[in-house]
C-alpha cells in the first residue's frame, strides 16, 4: 500500500464519517459518499468492496482515536479516578458518534463478522488498559489483587452488564443522550464499589 493509496483511504474515511455522522449510516449510499469525494463509485469500491466494510471501517477510526486520551488515564494517580474518567470519555465518544453507532441496532444480535472481530479488539484493550491501572494501584498500595486482568475483566463485563439491561428494557432500541448521562452515573457506582472492595 503506497502513501498515496492510505492518504486516499484516510480521505474516503473521513467523508464517510461525516455524512453518516450527519444523515445516520441507513440513509447513506455509496454513491454519495463517491460524489462527495468527486471520485467515481468504482474508484470507492476499489478501497471499500461493500458499505459494511466501509463502515467497519469508520468505526475501527472512531475506536483508534480514543487511544489518544489513554495516556492521560496512566497519568492520573487515583485509580478511582481514572476509571471514572476511562467512563466519562467512553461515553463521550459515544455521544458524538451518536448516529453512526445507533445503525448497530438495525443489525439485531447477529453481528456480521466485520464488526464482531472490531468490538472484541475493542474490548481486550478495554480490558488491558483496566487491567495496567489495577496494576499500577497495586503497586502503589491502592488495593490488592493478585490477578488484574481478571479483576479487569470482571469490571468490564459489570459494566456490560449494566449497558445490556438498561437497553434491553425495549427492543430494537438505542438510548438517548440522557440514558447515556444515567448509565455513566450507574457505571460509576460499580467502579466505586469495587475499588473499595478491593481495596479493604
Known amino acids: 500500500v503506497t502513501m498515496a493509496q492510505d492518504k486516499?483511504?484516510?480521505?474516503?474515511?473521513?467523508?464517510?464519517?461525516?455524512?453518516?455522522?450527519?444523515?445516520?449510516?441507513?440513509?447513506?449510499?455509496?454513491?454519495?459518499?463517491?460524489d462527495d469525494l468527486a471520485i467515481s463509485k468504482a474508484s470507492l469500491y476499489y478501497y471499500f468492496p461493500?458499505?459494511?466494510?466501509?463502515?467497519?471501517?469508520?468505526l475501527q477510526r472512531i475506536i483508534d482515536a480514543e487511544r489518544a486520551s489513554e495516556p492521560a488515564l496512566h497519568k492520573e494517580k487515583s485509580l478511582l479516578k481514572a476509571i471514572a474518567k476511562f467512563?466519562?470519555?467512553?461515553t463521550e465518544?459515544?455521544?458524538?458518534?451518536?448516529?453512526?453507532?445507533?445503525?448497530?441496532?438495525?443489525?439485531?444480535?447477529?453481528?456480521?463478522?466485520?464488526?464482531?472481530?472490531?468490538?472484541?479488539?475493542?474490548?481486550?484493550?478495554?480490558?488491558?488498559?483496566?487491567?495496567?491501572?489495577?496494576?499500577?494501584?497495586?503497586?502503589?498500595?491502592q488495593l490488592k489483587t493478585k490477578d488484574p486482568r481478571r479483576v479487569a475483566e470482571l469490571l468490564i463485563y459489570c459494566f456490560e452488564g449494566l449497558r445490556n439491561s438498561a437497553f434491553k428494557v425495549r427492543t430494537n432500541f438505542f438510548p438517548d443522550r440522557e440514558q447515556f448521562q444515567e448509565l455513566l452515573k450507574k457505571e460509576k457506582e460499580v467502579a466505586t464499589i469495587f475499588i473499595k472492595g478491593l481495596s479493604s
Open 87 to 90: 467512563l466519562e470519555l467512553r
Open 8 to 34: 486516499k483511504r484516510d480521505t474516503i474515511l473521513e467523508a464517510a464519517q461525516k455524512r453518516f455522522s450527519h444523515f445516520g449510516v441507513a440513509k447513506t449510499t455509496m454513491n454519495e459518499i463517491a
Open 93 to 141: 465518544l459515544i455521544i458524538k458518534n451518536y448516529n453512526i453507532l445507533e445503525y448497530l441496532r438495525t443489525l439485531g444480535s447477529s453481528f456480521p463478522p466485520e464488526l464482531e472481530s472490531i468490538f472484541s479488539a475493542a474490548r481486550d484493550r478495554e480490558i488491558n488498559l483496566i487491567a495496567s491501572m489495577l496494576a499500577n494501584a497495586s503497586e502503589t498500595q
Open 50 to 58: 461493500d458499505k459494511l466494510n466501509l463502515y467497519a471501517a469508520v
